[in-house]
């Protein structure tokens, strides 16, 4: 990780990013036209990248004075290299410099290891979505934090 660098995504990086879903997500991964409709709807998407490579991403959408983080993932050969927190660095100031009074997510209930980052960044839990994975079935937890 020599030369690491956080930019937006672009539309021909979506066929490497739809792999990462893919491995990440496994059923519930998203597609490479939903993440087309993604950018196309005009929300924040951006990457970590060494050199060419993409190593993790996040997307965010805009509400009025809220801001959803569609998702957020890491390829495994990344992990535990501050990827998801440079991301998180990252998405957190674009927030703020936006005007955003909170920042929201949904997260796996089974995914304990995002939800610990999220917990460091200050997010809390405001309750549950039951099945809300409609391939796996998986509960995820709904989480805010104040800006």
Do not use: C
Not at 15 to 22: D, I
Not at 31 to 50: H, I, K, M, P, Q
């Amino acid at each position: 990780m020599n030369d690491l660098r956080i930019g937006r995504l672009r539309w021909w990086h979506l066929p490497e990013v739809a792999k990462m879903e893919t491995v990440i997500f496994g059923p519930e991964a998203w597609s490479e036209g939903l993440l087309w409709t993604e950018l196309s709807a005009g929300n924040d998407y951006r990457a970590v990248f060494d050199g060419e490579r993409i190593l993790g991403y996040a997307g965010t959408a805009v509400s009025g004075d809220e801001v959803w983080l569609n998702n957020l993932a890491v390829d495994a050969s990344a992990r535990r290299r501050g990827i998801g927190r440079m991301l998180m660095d990252d998405l957190i100031e674009r927030a703020r410099a936006g005007g955003a009074k909170a920042i929201y997510l949904e997260v796996a209930v089974d995914n304990v290891p995002a939800q610990r980052l999220y917990d460091a960044y200050g997010f809390v839990g405001l309750g549950v979505r039951k099945n809300y994975y409609q391939h796996t079935g998986t509960d995820a937890a709904v989480m805010r934090m104040d800006l």
